[in-house]
């Protein structure tokens, strides 16, 4: 049982990392950016190529490949998320799926699509109350909940936090002030695609590199979102908690059943909570 | 969604049923050349199709609720027709029947939950059903449906004679379900309840405020939308005569959206001209690619990236779809509105 928790933290961590961006851009900006699953896909195959390079040293892979995202997560935000501003949000969620699409083909295109295991960069694990636990997933975890105190630190403190914050909540308003909002928002925007890759290489030992991950933990993370909150940074750490800790129990019992449960809370969220203006 | 609305298409036309008459034809004369050229038993898909993107027009096009879970009844109504046929009778049109009153009364019951929500939460949480149905009709049902092993199944004859597993007979059968639904749409959309369904997209508040439950018209429709889609579905098993849990799987959705988004969305003519186009790029780019991979003595992407790369284009470019851009050329006036 212990391990089932602690895999639901680990699965919740990784869901967190992977939803807050996801969660900032659509608070901030009101655009369900499917192209972060492209961000976080790319980013993970690229750490296996650098993986190879760099002879299996897996924070300089880590590192290296979290800089090479970065301008690709400009680029989108450039020339594709900029560009939907104040548009309709039909029309954000397809250019952003088609930028999914020709991501994942790109992967297929180069790296094909056998999946591609990564060995756990530590390998150690500490016995507790009779049980082997994983070194590297609770590292995951630790290291969640430092993002989680990091980010709130950010808003909080940071001048940059605070405009994004006030943007939240009346991005006209600040607007007004003369602030240029649009840069705190691509800001934003990057660094929520970095913890994406961040959060896929760190999964990526855990789990294997297919083409099609993006599509995967969109899904998931878009429940996460949903449940916690759209633009919540709170809301969206809790609620990556607690469905990655569903999707733990619910694998015990019945492992097929792991994601559609994440799904039917959601439902059941959607059903009790009152209804929102938008 | 903006000033930029043409009002015309608000009016209330008294339609004659001549009126109706001729656009059927316009659209059977136009299958029928478009037979010419393709293969009757493709043809047949293609018609299949247009079904399933004329019922996703009705939702997104006509009401403006973009759903990323429209699968779902498609599936849902392959499934209902494909268990009636194994496991129930051997009429076509009775399992037809039943694989659309099954995928109703889900439409019924999830459109009490879905409908609560607009914009990106709409499209997400459909999308979400639609990956709990494909995970359903894969591992908990799959004593029945037979998992991922797909299930054959064999219907009689319609009648007595119309014979669907014939190439023309099909041809014949999924033309007249498809000018049946062409029809019923075409009244539908131009009727009072049309327009408050198109009014809801524009505006659903002020609806509101002129004391519609606008909830019970958005509910209607999506059953409707859904039903339609079923059908679709339930002829592609009977045309068929197998099924795997693809046809369930939400992927399927962005090929509607595509073909809706390029013919243009909120125009009848502009589901099946963006049906046609899309199916033409899918049945033909598969085969063209590899050979101009071979020409060029390169790796070229697959259809994936096109696809992508299109939908960009969309996008950014030609919103209003190819019906859309004519139709702009043709209205133009001095103080018309602009895009």
Redesign the interface.
Known sequence: MIQTVIYGFTIGAILYFFSVGLSLTFGTMHIINFAHGMVYALGVYLFITFMEYFGNSFLLSLIVSLAAMLPVAYVVERFVIRRLYGESLDYAIIATYGVLLIGTDFIKLIWGTTPYPVNDPIGLSVPLAGLDLPVYRIIIVISAVLLFLALRLFFKRSIIGQIVIASLEDSDGVRCLGLDVNRYFSIIFVLGSALAVLGGILYAPISTAEPYMGFHILLLAFAVVIVGGMGNINGTFVAAMVLGMVMAITGRFWSQASSAMVFVVMALVIIFRPMESD | ?TAATDLRGFAVRPYSPWGIVRELAIVAAGLLLLSLVIKLHWMTNFMIFFILVLSFDLL?GFM?H?S?GHMLYFGAGAYGTALWLVYGGKSPLIALAVGMLAAALLAAGLGR?VM??????F???N???N??GH??I???LSGVTQGEDGLSCSADNIFGIINLYKDGWAFGFAAVMLLAVFALLRVLTASPYGILVRSIKENEQRVKFLGYNTFRYKWVTFVIASTVAALSGGMFTLVQGFISPRVISPFGN?DI?FAV?IGGAGTLYGALIGGTVFMLIKNFLPVLIPELATLLNM?L?????W??????V???SV?KGIVGAVLAKWRQRPCGSTT
């Not at chain 2, 609560?116 to 939460?121: E, V």
């Not at chain 2, 992407?301 to 990236?305: K, L, S, T």
């Not at chain 2, 696809?307 to 960009?312: A, E, H, S, T």
């Open positions: 969604m997104y403006g973009l990323f939950i609560r929500t607009h914009g990106a939460p499209a997400l949480i999308m979400a059903f990956e709990i995970f359903m894969q591992s908990p962005v959206i988004l790796k992407p697959q259809w994936e990236m696809l992508g790369i299109v939908l960009l969309i996008v950014f919103r």
